[in-house]
Antibody, heavy 119, light 107 residues
């Protein structure tokens, strides 16, 4: 079964850091680009960052550029999101999602992990 | 950035009704548009990609159309299990952008 499972969310103070992980199973992880999408409480979906299958290409929303770093370990089928200098507006559920060969849309989503930035 | 505008933001319809949701892009995106369904408290689910291609396993009452800047998601006969928020997403160019969502309820 194709599955994505995020972890690493929690409560952090403004200016703090968190590292999210997403464990993938059931597909050839290295063959697919992967993406982080977030959803603030009661709000819509927002693309955060994407990474190519080999890890050589990384892309960021302007709202997180310079603060967040996406990476992956294909030997461990795991996607990461290092989040630094966190702000209240980063509070959201963070989903990892699998891109498709046909384009940057997402056919598999994880259950999400909640990140709360508050003092 | 390409802005995606959905309308309406919410709607209420009866079981069996035909429901139409519109998504407009601020510039042409060819047919690089996907639709997702997010049921309350659940994870988004891919319904349609390439504007009109139904994802495997999605009921045939869902359909998509459009190209360029104007797109439509249609539910031909609304069912109780279709209560959800629906989002469009363009993948023509970075940054990827989603519409604001359309909440569908049963009257």
């Amino acid at each position: 079964e194709v599955q994505l499972l995020e972890s690493g969310g929690g409560l952090v103070q403004p200016g703090g850091s968190l590292r999210l992980s997403c464990a993938a199973s059931g597909f050839t992880f290295s063959s697919y680009a992967m993406t982080w999408v977030r959803q603030a409480p009661g709000k819509g979906l927002e693309w955060v960052s994407s990474i190519s299958g080999g890890g050589g290409g990384t892309y960021y929303a302007d709202s997180v550029k310079g603060r967040f770093t996406i990476s992956r370990d294909n030997s461990k089928n795991t996607l990461f999101l290092q989040m630094n200098s966190l702000r209240a507006e980063d509070t959201a559920v963070y989903y990892c999602a699998k891109d498709t060969p046909g384009g940057a849309f997402f056919d598999i989503w994880g259950l999400g992990t909640m990140v709360t930035v508050s003092s | 950035d390409i802005q995606m505008t959905q309308s309406p933001s919410s709607l209420s319809a009866s079981v069996g009704d035909r429901v139409t949701i519109t998504c407009r892009a601020s510039q042409g995106i060819n047919n690089y548009l996907a639709w997702y369904q997010q049921k309350p408290g659940k994870v988004p689910k891919l319904l349609i990609y390439s504007a009109s291609t139904l994802q495997s396993g999605v009921p045939s009452r869902f359909s998509g159309s459009g190209s360029g800047t104007d797109f439509t998601l249609t539910i031909s006969s609304l069912q109780p299990e279709d209560v959800a928020t629906y989002y469009c997403q363009q993948y023509n160019s970075a940054p990827l952008t989603f519409g604001g969502g359309t909440k569908v309820e049963i009257k």
